[in-house]
Protein backbone atom coordinates (compact mmCIF):
# COMPACT_ATOMS: atom_id res chain seq x y z
CA UNK A 1 0.00 0.00 0.00
CA UNK A 2 1.42 3.55 -0.89
CA UNK A 3 1.41 6.49 1.26
CA UNK A 4 0.00 9.53 0.06
CA UNK A 5 -0.64 12.24 2.26
CA UNK A 6 -3.28 14.51 0.99
CA UNK A 7 -3.14 18.58 1.28
CA UNK A 8 -4.78 19.98 4.25
CA UNK A 9 -8.47 20.02 4.77
CA UNK A 10 -10.36 22.66 6.16
CA UNK A 11 -13.39 21.89 8.04
CA UNK A 12 -16.52 23.85 7.93
CA UNK A 13 -19.20 23.69 10.17
CA UNK A 14 -18.19 21.50 13.06
CA UNK A 15 -19.55 20.81 15.65
CA UNK A 16 -18.22 19.72 18.99
CA UNK A 17 -19.42 17.61 21.43
CA UNK A 18 -18.57 18.49 24.90
CA UNK A 19 -19.22 15.91 26.98
CA UNK A 20 -17.40 12.49 27.18
CA UNK A 21 -19.71 9.32 28.05
CA UNK A 22 -18.86 5.75 29.66
CA UNK A 23 -21.01 3.57 28.66
CA UNK A 24 -20.94 -0.42 30.45
CA UNK A 25 -22.34 -3.63 29.04
CA UNK A 26 -23.55 -5.60 31.43
CA UNK A 27 -22.22 -9.02 32.28
CA UNK A 28 -25.06 -12.16 31.74
CA UNK A 29 -26.65 -12.35 34.56
CA UNK A 30 -26.02 -9.03 36.77
CA UNK A 31 -28.79 -5.45 36.27
CA UNK A 32 -29.10 -3.98 33.01
CA UNK A 33 -25.90 -1.77 32.46
CA UNK A 34 -27.22 2.00 31.75
CA UNK A 35 -26.05 4.21 29.34
CA UNK A 36 -26.51 8.31 28.49
CA UNK A 37 -29.64 9.11 30.37
CA UNK A 38 -30.32 6.18 31.99
CA UNK A 39 -30.67 4.22 28.38
CA UNK A 40 -31.20 0.57 28.83
CA UNK A 41 -28.59 -1.71 27.21
CA UNK A 42 -29.98 -4.60 25.17
CA UNK A 43 -27.23 -7.14 24.62
CA UNK A 44 -28.55 -8.80 21.20
CA UNK A 45 -26.98 -10.92 19.24
CA UNK A 46 -24.33 -12.12 21.36
CA UNK A 47 -24.76 -15.01 23.52
CA UNK A 48 -21.44 -14.77 26.12
CA UNK A 49 -19.79 -11.28 26.32
CA UNK A 50 -17.83 -9.89 28.91
CA UNK A 51 -18.01 -6.37 30.64
CA UNK A 52 -17.46 -4.18 27.65
CA UNK A 53 -16.15 -0.27 28.21
CA UNK A 54 -17.10 2.10 25.38
CA UNK A 55 -15.38 5.13 25.73
CA UNK A 56 -16.78 8.00 23.78
CA UNK A 57 -14.48 10.50 23.17
CA UNK A 58 -14.72 14.60 24.62
CA UNK A 59 -14.78 17.14 22.33
CA UNK A 60 -14.85 15.26 19.09
CA UNK A 61 -15.31 17.42 15.95
CA UNK A 62 -17.78 15.98 13.84
CA UNK A 63 -19.15 17.29 9.95
CA UNK A 64 -22.24 16.36 8.05
CA UNK A 65 -20.23 17.03 4.92
CA UNK A 66 -17.83 19.68 3.18
CA UNK A 67 -16.09 20.55 -0.12
CA UNK A 68 -13.52 16.76 0.14
CA UNK A 69 -16.52 14.88 1.86
CA UNK A 70 -19.44 15.12 -0.07
CA UNK A 71 -22.82 12.93 -0.20
CA UNK A 72 -25.11 12.20 -2.46
CA UNK A 73 -28.58 11.00 -1.57
CA UNK A 74 -30.43 8.50 -3.68
CA UNK A 75 -33.39 7.98 -1.17
CA UNK A 76 -36.01 8.42 -4.24
CA UNK A 77 -34.13 4.97 -5.58
CA UNK A 78 -32.63 3.00 -2.59
CA UNK A 79 -35.10 2.15 0.07
CA UNK A 80 -35.22 0.59 3.40
CA UNK A 81 -36.34 -2.49 1.67
CA UNK A 82 -33.35 -2.58 -0.26
CA UNK A 83 -31.23 -1.59 2.53
CA UNK A 84 -32.83 -4.80 4.52
CA UNK A 85 -32.41 -7.12 1.47
CA UNK A 86 -28.40 -5.78 1.34
CA UNK A 87 -27.75 -6.86 4.55
CA UNK A 88 -29.90 -10.25 4.33
CA UNK A 89 -27.35 -11.27 1.32
CA UNK A 90 -24.15 -10.01 3.24
CA UNK A 91 -25.37 -11.91 6.58
CA UNK A 92 -25.49 -14.85 4.30
CA UNK A 93 -22.14 -14.53 2.73
CA UNK A 94 -20.66 -13.98 6.16
CA UNK A 95 -22.51 -17.26 7.25
CA UNK A 96 -21.30 -18.70 4.86
CA UNK A 97 -17.30 -18.42 5.71
CA UNK A 98 -16.80 -15.81 3.15
CA UNK A 99 -15.05 -13.03 4.81
CA UNK A 100 -11.56 -12.16 5.32
CA UNK A 101 -9.77 -13.97 8.52
CA UNK A 102 -7.38 -11.72 8.70
CA UNK A 103 -9.31 -8.29 8.85
CA UNK A 104 -11.69 -7.17 11.58
CA UNK A 105 -14.68 -8.83 11.79
CA UNK A 106 -16.18 -9.43 9.40
CA UNK A 107 -15.17 -8.41 5.94
CA UNK A 108 -16.41 -9.97 2.76
CA UNK A 109 -14.13 -11.39 0.49
CA UNK A 110 -15.94 -11.28 -2.81
CA UNK A 111 -16.34 -7.99 -4.93
CA UNK A 112 -20.47 -7.43 -4.47
CA UNK A 113 -20.39 -5.30 -7.30
CA UNK A 114 -19.90 -8.07 -9.19
CA UNK A 115 -22.92 -10.15 -7.75
CA UNK A 116 -25.95 -11.04 -9.83
CA UNK A 117 -29.21 -10.16 -7.57
CA UNK A 118 -30.55 -6.90 -8.75
CA UNK A 119 -30.55 -4.73 -5.57
CA UNK A 120 -26.39 -4.53 -6.25
CA UNK A 121 -27.37 -2.51 -9.19
CA UNK A 122 -28.83 0.23 -7.89
CA UNK A 123 -26.10 0.33 -5.20
CA UNK A 124 -23.23 0.01 -8.21
CA UNK A 125 -24.92 2.85 -10.25
CA UNK A 126 -25.78 5.27 -7.82
CA UNK A 127 -21.96 4.84 -6.77
CA UNK A 128 -20.57 5.43 -10.60
CA UNK A 129 -22.88 8.89 -10.65
CA UNK A 130 -21.80 10.11 -7.18
CA UNK A 131 -18.46 10.09 -8.37
CA UNK A 132 -18.96 11.48 -12.01
CA UNK A 133 -21.27 14.33 -9.90
CA UNK A 134 -18.21 15.02 -7.39
CA UNK A 135 -15.83 15.36 -10.18
CA UNK A 136 -18.11 17.20 -12.10
CA UNK A 137 -17.34 15.27 -15.14
CA UNK A 138 -17.89 11.31 -16.61
CA UNK A 139 -14.66 10.42 -16.88
CA UNK A 140 -13.12 6.71 -17.75
CA UNK A 141 -13.33 4.44 -14.97
CA UNK A 142 -11.68 0.85 -14.19
CA UNK A 143 -10.93 -1.55 -11.38
CA UNK A 144 -14.44 -0.91 -9.56
CA UNK A 145 -14.76 -2.80 -6.65
CA UNK A 146 -17.35 -2.85 -3.12
CA UNK A 147 -17.31 -4.94 -0.03
CA UNK A 148 -19.39 -5.08 3.42
CA UNK A 149 -18.26 -5.36 6.81
CA UNK A 150 -20.49 -6.40 9.45
CA UNK A 151 -19.46 -5.04 13.04
CA UNK A 152 -20.85 -5.38 16.29
CA UNK A 153 -19.15 -5.03 20.18
CA UNK A 154 -18.13 -8.81 20.24
CA UNK A 155 -15.63 -8.52 17.20
CA UNK A 156 -14.38 -4.90 17.63
CA UNK A 157 -11.25 -4.63 17.91
CA UNK A 158 -8.22 -1.63 19.41
CA UNK A 159 -9.51 1.07 16.92
CA UNK A 160 -6.07 2.25 16.80
CA UNK A 161 -5.33 -0.68 14.49
CA UNK A 162 -8.00 -0.07 12.48
CA UNK A 163 -6.30 3.03 10.25
CA UNK A 164 -6.26 3.17 6.49
CA UNK A 165 -6.43 4.33 3.49
CA UNK A 166 -7.17 3.05 -0.50
CA UNK A 167 -4.90 4.65 -2.50
CA UNK A 168 -3.63 1.96 -4.63
CA UNK A 169 -3.41 3.10 -8.20
CA UNK A 170 -2.56 0.34 -11.12
CA UNK A 171 -2.14 3.25 -13.50
CA UNK A 172 0.31 6.09 -13.41
CA UNK A 173 -1.98 8.62 -15.20
CA UNK A 174 -4.86 7.41 -12.69
CA UNK A 175 -6.46 8.61 -9.52
CA UNK A 176 -8.73 6.86 -7.08
CA UNK A 177 -12.62 7.18 -5.80
CA UNK A 178 -13.59 5.89 -2.68
CA UNK A 179 -17.11 5.41 -1.44
CA UNK A 180 -19.55 4.49 1.85
CA UNK A 181 -23.31 3.34 1.95
CA UNK A 182 -24.60 3.26 5.80
CA UNK A 183 -26.47 -0.24 5.08
CA UNK A 184 -27.82 -0.38 9.43
CA UNK A 185 -26.81 1.49 11.86
CA UNK A 186 -28.39 0.07 15.16
CA UNK A 187 -31.36 1.79 17.01
CA UNK A 188 -29.74 1.72 20.66
CA UNK A 189 -26.79 3.54 19.86
CA UNK A 190 -25.75 6.17 22.49
CA UNK A 191 -24.16 8.86 19.91
CA UNK A 192 -25.65 8.89 16.36
CA UNK A 193 -22.95 11.22 14.99
CA UNK A 194 -19.94 8.80 15.83
CA UNK A 195 -21.10 5.87 14.48
CA UNK A 196 -20.54 7.16 10.92
CA UNK A 197 -16.62 7.19 9.84
CA UNK A 198 -13.35 8.68 11.75
CA UNK A 199 -11.57 10.74 8.61
CA UNK A 200 -7.62 11.83 9.85
CA UNK A 201 -6.98 14.64 6.87
CA UNK A 202 -3.14 14.67 7.28
CA UNK A 203 -2.74 11.22 8.87
CA UNK A 204 -2.85 9.45 11.68
CA UNK A 205 -0.38 10.89 13.65
CA UNK A 206 -1.58 13.90 13.81
CA UNK A 207 -4.67 15.05 16.15
CA UNK A 208 -6.51 16.49 13.80
CA UNK A 209 -9.05 13.60 12.93
CA UNK A 210 -12.82 14.39 13.02
CA UNK A 211 -16.03 12.23 12.57
CA UNK A 212 -18.04 12.83 9.70
CA UNK A 213 -21.79 12.09 10.54
CA UNK A 214 -23.78 8.72 8.85
CA UNK A 215 -26.37 9.44 6.39
CA UNK A 216 -28.95 6.44 5.36
CA UNK A 217 -29.68 6.58 2.07
CA UNK A 218 -26.75 8.45 0.66
CA UNK A 219 -23.18 7.98 -0.20
CA UNK A 220 -20.03 9.27 0.99
CA UNK A 221 -17.83 9.85 -2.04
CA UNK A 222 -13.93 11.14 -0.75
CA UNK A 223 -10.58 10.57 -2.50
CA UNK A 224 -9.10 7.27 -1.96
CA UNK A 225 -5.43 8.74 -0.11
CA UNK A 226 -7.66 10.29 2.66
CA UNK A 227 -6.66 7.98 6.10
CA UNK A 228 -9.80 7.33 8.01
CA UNK A 229 -11.82 4.30 10.27
CA UNK A 230 -14.89 3.01 11.31
CA UNK A 231 -16.74 5.27 13.61
CA UNK A 232 -17.05 3.93 17.46
CA UNK A 233 -18.76 0.31 17.89
CA UNK A 234 -21.64 0.89 20.50
CA UNK A 235 -23.97 -1.94 20.03
CA UNK A 236 -24.08 -5.56 20.16
CA UNK A 237 -26.61 -5.20 17.04
CA UNK A 238 -24.58 -5.49 14.00
CA UNK A 239 -23.73 -2.50 11.42
CA UNK A 240 -23.05 -2.67 8.31
CA UNK A 241 -21.66 -0.56 5.76
CA UNK A 242 -20.88 -0.93 2.22
CA UNK A 243 -17.26 0.33 0.82
CA UNK A 244 -16.83 1.02 -2.39
CA UNK A 245 -13.44 1.87 -4.51
CA UNK A 246 -13.37 2.94 -8.63
CA UNK A 247 -9.96 4.44 -10.41
CA UNK A 248 -10.52 6.50 -13.62
CA UNK A 249 -8.16 8.47 -16.15
CA UNK A 250 -7.24 11.74 -15.03
CA UNK A 251 -6.75 12.83 -18.90
Excluded at 114 to 123: A, D, G, H, P
Excluded at 138 to 164: I, P
Excluded at 184 to 203: F, M, Q, R, S
Aim: glycine content about 6%; charged content about 20%; some cysteine.
Amino acid sequence: MVECQPSKLFVAGSIPVTRSKLLGVAQPGSAPALGAGGREFDPLHRDHYNMTKIILPENATIIDSDQIFQKFDFTSTINADDDRNACNIIKHIIDSGNYYTNSPKYQTKENIFNRTESVWLKYRMSFLFSVFMYLGREVKVFNMQAWSFMTNLEGAEDRNNLWHHHWHPKDSNSRMMSGIWYLEIPDDVVNYDLCGTEIAPNGPTHQDTFYVKPKEGSWLIYPSNYWHRPGIVQSNQYRFILAADVEYLVN
